[in-house]
């Protein structure tokens, strides 16, 4: 970008909350039809800095200039005069509006002091096209998939003209189809003038999308990469400051004996299909296939969090009400869940509330009573051995990183002291940082001789850690595959409906 001027700085921002220090003194320049990726570990202050450009946010000193102009941007509606508009991980459609209706949402066109139906779907037209979607924009949000809801987002920001778009982890739930497709987007977007700030976990897509990449560390500047210097190990030699050679370190150490038996399961997902597996102590088992597959729902119908249509869980040979997650939980099986936020945390809780409520009935004083030493002594232990970064065990889990959220979720079942780990998308949305500690977690435990199921969308994950690796296509269990026989290409064969390999999976 030499010679050019950037249409957006960042000089010296820095931005405090109590007991925290988020931005110290940070640095920013976005040129200019350019995609500028932002990462860092969780808690390094890339929300905290895309707020404050937003809107949602403050900065305590600092200066945020664009075209050459220090502004002060103290609202949402300040920052989209400037052209700025921030697309959250979590969408911030309305469901039951239509499409056009949630582009306009606050701004709708009107007509003899009523809202102007036809201007709004034809103007909503205009502004889908831009994005590629061919969608009516009479139909509700809601019954469009999360890629296109994606897709609306942006049109919805292009509709206010926005030359600054920030894409906070804009893939997290996205097939890779509808990541496909948002890819082609920003490539059109920046081709047409538009700036994107584009936040990722996956560095994979930082390397195919950024002209630059600006790396935070602990809310400070640790460095930035040209396009030509983007490589996974610079990036992530940035990131977490120290060399992280030995990413998957998993070393095999089960025994024969099965603890986990799933005998031709249905669940209502696919009550049409069988699954039958055993999982044996100290193992990892990765279930790996498609999105749509029936991975998730084949979890909850062993926790019991979704009812079983039919067959049975049986835990060290004793079968199990599976339609019953007291029963399932007391016969030492946990549930760590794919969206943490929704199903893992009572989110506007402590953590020392969260930590220690799956306990509460075992651990209660009397009839129904808290045993506060107890809460306390488990809380100090977890945040110790999962190295949770919290000011305090009060501190409210709304406002941890997302790597600490999934730690804390842990935490809560790791102090029942389960025989079997159910893990979905354990390592989703958060860092490289964290990522690893979850994998050496995750290695101990199984040491330790706790028995581990995991889904993940990450081959690289799924072939790093796992012992052996179940595959499901279209609700079925496609075939199993050996630590020895795992490669990307064997997994996708299995995943996309190929010839099938070791189908039985009771061994």
Do not use: C
Not at 18 to 40: K, N, Q, T, Y
Not at 87 to 113: C, D, W, Y
Not at 297 to 319: C, H, T
Not at 382 to 410: C, E, F, H, W
Request: a negative charge; proline letters at 3%; glycine letters at 10%.
């Amino acid at each position: 970008m030499t010679g050019e001027s950037p249409i957006l700085e960042v000089r010296q921002l820095s931005k405090r909350f109590p007991g925290v220090r988020a931005l110290s003194e940070v640095d920013l320049d976005l040129f200019a039809s350019e995609v500028l990726a932002v990462i860092g570990e969780n808690g390094a202050g890339k929300s905290t800095l895309m707020k404050i450009l937003a809107g949602v946010q403050t900065q305590n000193e600092g200066k945020v200039i664009v075209d050459g102009n220090e502004v002060w941007i103290d609202s949402v509606n300040k920052a989209l005069d400037l052209g700025i508009s921030l697309i959250h991980q979590e969408l911030n459609l309305s469901g039951n509006l239509t499409v056009g209706a949630n582009i306009f949402l606050g701004r709708e066109p009107r007509k003899m002091g009523l809202i102007d139906e036809a201007t709004i779907v034809e103007q909503s037209r205009r502004y889908l096209d831009m994005v590629g979607l061919n969608v009516d924009p009479t139909v509700l949000a809601d019954d469009l998939p999360i890629g296109q809801q994606q897709l609306v987002e942006i049109a919805k920001a292009l509709s206010v003209n926005s030359r600054i778009l920030i894409m906070d982890e804009p893939t997290s739930s996205l097939s890779q189809g509808e990541a496909d497709r948002l890819f082609e987007v920003i490539h059109q977007l920046r081709d047409n003038g538009v700036s994107v700030i584009y936040i990722s976990h996956r560095l994979g897509e930082v390397k195919a999308l950024a002209n630059r990449v600006a790396v935070l560390r602990d809310g400070e500047n640790a460095g930035e990469l040209g396009r030509d210097q983007i490589t996974h190990d610079a990036m992530v030699q940035l990131m977490v400051g120290r060399d992280v050679s030995q990413y998957y370190s998993h070393s095999p150490s089960y025994s024969n004996e099965v603890v986990l038996e799933v005998d031709r399961l249905r669940t209502t997902a696919f009550p049409a299909h069988e699954l039958s597996f055993d999982v044996k102590r100290g193992e990892i088992v990765g279930v790996s296939g498609l999105v749509g597959a029936g991975r998730t729902e084949m979890l909850q119908a062993i926790f019991a969090s979704n009812p079983k249509v039919s067959g049975s869980v049986r835990v060290l040979g004793e079968e199990i009400d599976g339609n019953s997650t007291i029963d399932v939980i007391r016969a030492g099986v946990a549930l760590v869940p794919e969206d943490r936020k929704l199903h893992g945390l009572v989110i506007d809780m402590s953590v020392k509330e969260n930590m220690s409520l799956a306990g509460l009935r075992q651990n209660q004083v009397g009839i129904g009573f808290i045993n506060f030493d107890v809460e306390n002594n488990i809380t100090a232990e977890m945040v110790d051995r999962l190295k949770v970064k919290t000011p305090t065990q009060d501190q409210i889990a709304r406002y941890l990183s997302g790597g600490n959220q999934q730690k804390v979720v842990l935490g809560k079942w790791l102090s029942m002291k389960p025989n079997i780990l159910l893990l979905d998308e354990p390592t989703r949305g958060i860092d490289v940082g964290a990522k690893q500690e979850i994998y050496q977690l995750m290695e101990e435990l199984a040491d330790q001789g706790m028995s581990i199921l995991f889904v993940s969308s990450e081959l690289e994950e799924i072939i790093g850690m796992s012992d052996r690796v179940i595959v499901m296509h279209e609700g079925r269990l496609a075939g199993e595959l050996d630590r020895s026989e795992l490669s990307e290409q064997s997994i996708m064969n299995l995943a996309t409906g190929g010839v099938s390999q070791h189908v039985t999976t009771h061994r």
